[in-house]
């Protein structure tokens, strides 16, 4: 039986193999198209660590069924139960769904209904009004719903049943905006890695490891710093390098704004130990000490405006197949094995929807590494991108053999 319950994020699959890297596969399972339920209870996971997933939540039961009526008496039964919960004042009340086909309108209808018979039984009440049938994190947090006298009742569709629960936490947006457009240095045309996929790769390299034991994270393409801000700010040491010395500048300035502004951006505010960085040309750097993990965003390529001419395309794909290869065999002769990597690699997004992906995937295993494979998703879905982007980021998650 679940004890949490997990939001995924606009790619839910992303969000799928990143709860399996930190929890394990066993305690990971998805609910429908757009969540994942746990045995793990929501005190013993760290939130704010996950980049891919937008609300936590306590679970409270299921409802065999799945029309409205049914699930809004539910709701109704379970926003009860939780208000005895709270102290004196006015109760925050927000209701979301995932998966069904409820509307914005039914979802106030609904929450009128039950804000009255909270009222009935004594409570004070506002409702956060639904634009869409999931509130925001921006509303959550605006409306401190996941505080001491909030309540935001999720329902999740999964086939024939319904399961409810109830925030207990949700990603802080804030706090990313905060580290990210607070930076002193920013970079627009190499590209800005948000900071929430920078906290999935790096979860992705280093599964269930626990920062508290040490461990040096690599990212040869390091750029302004952002995948190395994200595992300092979980612990872990770092160690970066890139082909330019202007971004190896902008990283480390980065990195010491961030050693005096962390506090005010994050929880995590640990004790880093160990920082290096270096101008290095991936396909050739020697590394050291040898890192345990590596973790990063290779070269992306050229952006493009428009989608390009096949021959174009073959000689975009070809370079940077050709620069991202010699990489992996660079550095894997330095590596030993059990070593495991996640790294940003292009994807071409053609205006019809297919994806165009590196000739070196298929070659993984000659050069020395295994894909991993994860239990709910398919390696090949974890790309990353917008409606609008023509270069995709495929997370390649893969262990030195």
């Known amino acids: ?10 790619q839910p699959a992303i969000g799928l193999a990143e709860l399996e890297s930190l929890l394990g596969g066993v305690h990971v399972e998805p609910i429908g198209e757009f969540a994942a ?54 109760v925050q009340l927000g209701l979301s769904t995932y998966g069904t086909r409820t509307q ?27 634009q869409e049938p999931a509130l925001s994190s921006a509303q959550v947090l605006h409306n401190h719903l996941c505080g001491e006298r909030g309540i935001e009742l999720l329902a999740v569709q999964a086939g024939r049943q319904t399961i409810l629960a109830r925030s207990v936490a949700v990603q802080d947006i804030n706090a990313y905006a ?20 920078a906290q999935t790769i790096v979860n992705l390299a280093m599964a269930a490891a626990d920062p508290k034991l040490g461990g040096v994270v690599l990212d040869p393409f390091c750029g302004t710093g952002v995948v190395l801000q994200e595992a300092s700010l979980m612990g872990f040491d770092i160690y970066g390098s890139d082909l330019a010395p202007r971004m190896v500048d902008f990283a480390s300035e980065n990195l010491r ?30 590394w050291q000490p040898v890192p345990q993990f590596v973790a990063g965003e290779t070269y992306l390529g050229h952006p493009l405006g428009s989608w390009p001419v096949p021959e174009k395309l073959r000689t975009i794909i070809g370079t940077c197949n050709v620069i991202i290869e010699k990489f992996l065999r660079n550095i894997g002769a330095q590596l030993p094995a059990g070593t495991r990597l996640c790294l940003a690699v292009p994807a071409w997004h053609a205006p019809d929807g297919t994806l165009h992906h590196l000739p070196l995937l298929d070659q993984l295993a000659q050069m020395g590494y295994n894909r991993i494979s994860f239990e709910h998703v398919q390696a090949r879905d974890l790309v990353y991108f917008r409606p609008d982007q023509l270069v995709a980021r495929e997370l390649l998650v893969i262990i030195r053999k």
């Open 1 to 10: 039986m679940y004890k949490s319950v997990f939001i995924l994020g606009r």
């Open 178 to 197: 905060a580290r990210d457009q607070g930076r002193p240095k920013r970079d627009a045309f190499v590209g800005m890695l948000p900071p929430k996929l």
């Open 257 to 286: 704004w961030l050693e005096t502004h962390a506090g005010h951006v994050t929880s995590h505010n640990p004790e880093k130990t160990y920082f290096k960085l270096e101008v290095g040309d991936a396909t050739t750097h020697h």
């Open 37 to 90: 339920g746990s045995d793990i209870a929501v005190e013993q996971i760290d939130f704010a660590r996950l980049g891919s997933s937008v609300k936590l939540g306590t679970f409270l039961g299921e409802v065999e069924a799945k029309d409205w009526r049914s699930v809004q008496g539910a709701l109704s039964d379970a926003a009860l139960a939780c208000a005895e919960d709270i102290a004196e004042g006015k």
């Open 104 to 130: 914005a309108r039914q979802l106030l209808g609904a929450g009128l209904e039950i804000k009255k018979r909270l009222r009935a039984h004594g409570y004070s009440v506002r409702l956060v009004p639904n």
